[in-house]
């Protein structure tokens, strides 16, 4: 065989390859040219034997060859087989199709979603912050003192230079207000983080939304009615909300928010613990010191905070009894809320 010799092979192999009318046409093909005795042992052996100045010709003939053949052949491959497919009977066309799933949102992203929509019905926009924070946003700028308890180690997760995770989304608060001058009507929802065993109510890592309206003669009034408000817009129409007192290092006075059971009406049954109350939320007047940090003057505004719980909300709502649940992603236990 010479080098001439070899090209036009490679062009009928082509040919033939590519006019071969039925798989098994295609595969006596293949044998006669690609096969361990086919044409291709044939030029391997001509490029062995060849002298050596001609060798770079002949392993580039002999490449070229392979190359255009098994392309050839599995060209003509395809195109055999899709020719069947389209000839068979198997193929029934009204047959329905693989099922697609829509897909569900979390329901920890539809309580997101649907605290915040309220929220943006009374005016209030969204604002975010980082999940890493500093410990001035996180607690010097919101009152906290560097003793207080809630900045041990046994509840925040420290960060190197001064930073952590956020324990609370108060923490958009503090440099929201340094950003933005008053007027202020904010929903923070986000990502919260503490040092937190796992179990049927707690988790390390959360959700919170915050809320803050500062203005000039805003009072617990307000705070009081945009709760109840809220309260029935979420839970539904009977629904009110009772304020106990409590103590927070950001708000003066302070409260914890109670809302009657929306399952029992007030009567008491399993999921109030037959209180007829479920606690829900933790709120108060922006203590004077927040403002001062955020360089607000006290004497000139006034406001409210609020702070709640995402996944308690979406338990209370789906009737969810663990928080893990929320967690494990079992795909067929999220998709039914
Ligand atoms: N940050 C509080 C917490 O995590 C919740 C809270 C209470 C937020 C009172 C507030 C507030 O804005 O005024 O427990």
């Given at each position: 065989m010479n080098l001439s010799e070899l090209e036009s092979l490679t062009t009928r192999a082509v040919a033939d390859l590519s006019a071969a009318a039925t798989p098994a046409d295609l595969e006596a093909l293949r044998i006669?040219?690609?096969?361990?005795?086919?044409?291709?042992?044939?030029a391997t052996a001509a490029?062995?034997?060849?002298?050596?100045?001609?060798?770079?010709?002949?392993?580039?003939a002999v490449n070229a060859f392979k190359s255009r053949t098994e392309k050839a052949l599995a060209d003509r491959r395809a195109a055999l087989a899709s020719a069947a497919e389209a000839a068979s009977d198997d193929f029934d066309p009204t047959l329905?199709?693989?099922?697609?799933?829509?897909?569900?949102?979390?329901?920890?992203?539809?309580?997101?979603d649907r605290t915040t929509?309220?929220?943006?019905r009374m005016g209030f926009t969204?604002?975010?912050?980082?999940?890493?924070?500093?410990?001035?946003y996180n607690f010097d700028a919101l009152n906290t003192p560097a003793d207080h308890v809630s900045r041990d180690t046994q509840d925040t997760f420290y960060l190197p230079a001064a930073r952590l995770l956020r324990t609370q989304t108060s923490a958009v608060q503090a440099r929201y207000m340094e950003a933005n001058p008053p007027p202020v009507r904010i929903v923070c929802p986000g990502r919260c983080y503490?040092?937190?065993?796992?179990?049927?109510?707690?988790?390390?890592n959360f959700h919170q939304i915050e809320g803050l309206y500062v203005d000039r003669a805003v009072s617990l009034a307000n705070?009081?009615?945009?709760?109840?408000?809220?309260?029935?817009?979420?839970?539904?129409?009977?629904?009110?909300?009772?304020?106990?007192?409590?103590?927070?290092?950001?708000?003066?006075?302070s409260v914890e928010v109670d809302f009657s059971c929306h399952m029992c009406g007030g009567k008491g049954c399993r999921v109030c613990?037959?209180?007829?109350w479920i606690e829900i939320m933790g709120a108060g007047m922006v203590d004077p010191n927040v403002f001062l940090a955020a360089g607000y003057d006290p004497d000139a505004v006034t406001g409210y905070a609020f702070g709640m719980g995402i996944e308690r909300l979406a338990m209370l709502l789906f009737g969810i009894d663990d928080i893990r649940r929320l967690y494990e992603n079992v795909v067929p236990y999220l998709s039914q809320f």
């Open positions: 006669r040219y690609l096969g361990r005795n086919g044409a291709v042992n044939d490029l062995k034997a060849a002298p050596p100045a001609e060798k770079p010709f002949w392993g580039k329905p199709g693989a099922w697609i799933s829509p897909g569900t949102l979390h329901p920890v992203t539809q309580l997101i929509a309220i929220f943006r969204v604002a975010d912050g980082p999940d890493i924070e500093t410990e001035h503490r040092r937190d065993t796992t179990d049927a109510t707690h988790s390390a705070l009081k009615s945009d709760i109840d408000h809220f309260a029935r817009e979420l839970m539904g129409p009977g629904v009110k909300s009772r304020f106990r007192p409590h103590f927070f290092p950001f708000t003066e006075p613990k037959h209180s007829g």
